[in-house]
């Protein structure tokens, strides 16, 4: 058994690692602001005693006695994070000092959920670990992006200054039951529409493409890689390197619901990256891990949830 702490526990992907490790076992304290993230996520744990829960912002120090972090507290939708763009560079960066403050103090183990925006529109195709990206420091994504890839620096520089143990998850688009109704990513937003019969909208032309990952395979290379025995220490990236077009996505998904949506386009909003796709080669190498959730199937109970809940 182990003492963990998820940040972000309450939301889409944090809900369901929180559920995982407490039912190996483990205890878990589940922290989370609820911004985007829901008690309705974990509201089934709630009672269990090897559940807690802890309202608070990680911008703030945080005190307790743990083995492992997962510091998975950030918006991850483009609609969220560039809601309040200060407060998601604040909780990116000052986030991550207080969370590595912690694991030095407690001699923790701390995973950073980074993402695939640290290759901002990549001109590498697909995305290796190595590949230093092309982010705009400026524009609209940036304090995602930007934050994201100053996280990473801060886990790097405690782990040479401090000794911290560290890991950097890249994850790629991931998807499944719990994304929040209102999140406006793509899948959620297809899925809401189709099933409402409402027009599907696609941003630009939908030839941008994306790689999509169901949460569960998700969980599983978090996990492994929070505990690989290698104790590797550098980036890995973690997705499903299976590419898509977003205009294929719409229509996979009408198919799927039987939908009489119809597709619409809108405008491509700023920066929107081309292309994304993971090389996954690290991942299966260190921690003999890859995704085995087909997409068809990963959406398929993805639309069952939003049946349930609309
Ligand atoms: P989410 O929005 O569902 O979850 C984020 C959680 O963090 C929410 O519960 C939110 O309330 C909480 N939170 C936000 N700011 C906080 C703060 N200052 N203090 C405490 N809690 C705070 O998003 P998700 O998809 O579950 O993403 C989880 C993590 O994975 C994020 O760090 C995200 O950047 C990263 N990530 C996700 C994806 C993806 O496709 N889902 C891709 C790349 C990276
Ligand atoms: N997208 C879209 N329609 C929507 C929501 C998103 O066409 O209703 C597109 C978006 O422009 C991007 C892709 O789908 O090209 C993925 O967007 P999402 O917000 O899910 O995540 P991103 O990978 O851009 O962070």
Not at 70 to 96: D, F, R
Not at 103 to 121: F, H, M, N
Not at 243 to 260: F, R
Not at 287 to 300: E, H, N, Q, T, Y
Request: with cysteine.
């Amino acid at each position: 058994m182990k003492r963990i702490l998820i940040t972000g526990g309450a939301g889409f992907i944090g809900s369901f690692l929180s559920e995982r490790l407490v039912n190996d076992g483990n205890d878990v304290i589940c922290l989370d602001n609820f911004f985007t993230g829901s008690k309705d996520n974990i509201r089934h744990l709630i009672g269990n005693n090897r559940f807690e829960l802890v309202r608070h912002d990680i911008t703030i120090k945080y005190y307790a006695e743990v083995d492992q972090i997962y510091n998975l507290a950030c918006p991850a939708s483009p609609l969220h994070y560039q809601y309040n763009p200060i407060k998601t560079m604040k909780t990116s960066v000052l986030g991550i000092i207080n969370m590595l403050g912690l694991a030095k103090r407690c001699k923790a183990t701390i995973l950073q959920a980074s993402t695939s925006e640290v290759y901002g529109d990549p001109k590498l195709h697909p995305q290796q670990e190595t590949y230093w990206g092309n982010v705009n420091p400026i524009g609209i994504r940036s304090c995602y992006d930007e934050g994201k890839r100053c996280s990473e620096t801060l886990m790097m520089d405690y782990n040479r200054q401090n000794n911290v143990n560290i890991r950097i998850a890249r994850i790629f688009n991931t998807y499944g039951p719990r994304m929040a109704v209102n999140d406006g990513r793509v899948i959620s937003n297809f899925i809401l529409q189709a099933l409402q019969n409402k027009p599907i909208t696609v941003y630009g032309d939908g030839t941008q493409t994306r790689s999509f990952c169901f949460v569960d395979d998700m969980i599983d290379a978090l996990i492994k890689l929070m505990n690989n025995s290698e104790n590797y220490i550098y980036p890995v990236n973690l997705g499903n390197p299976n590419e898509i077009k977003i205009i294929d996505i719409a229509k996979l998904i009408i198919e799927l619901t039987n939908s009489n949506s119809e597709i619409i386009h809108k405008e491509l909003p700023q920066d929107d990256p081309a292309q994304r796709e993971p090389d996954i080669s690290t991942a299966i190498k260190l921690l003999d891990w890859k995704p085995s959730v087909a997409l068809k199937d990963g959406l398929i109970r993805t639309i069952e949830y939003f049946t349930k809940i609309i």
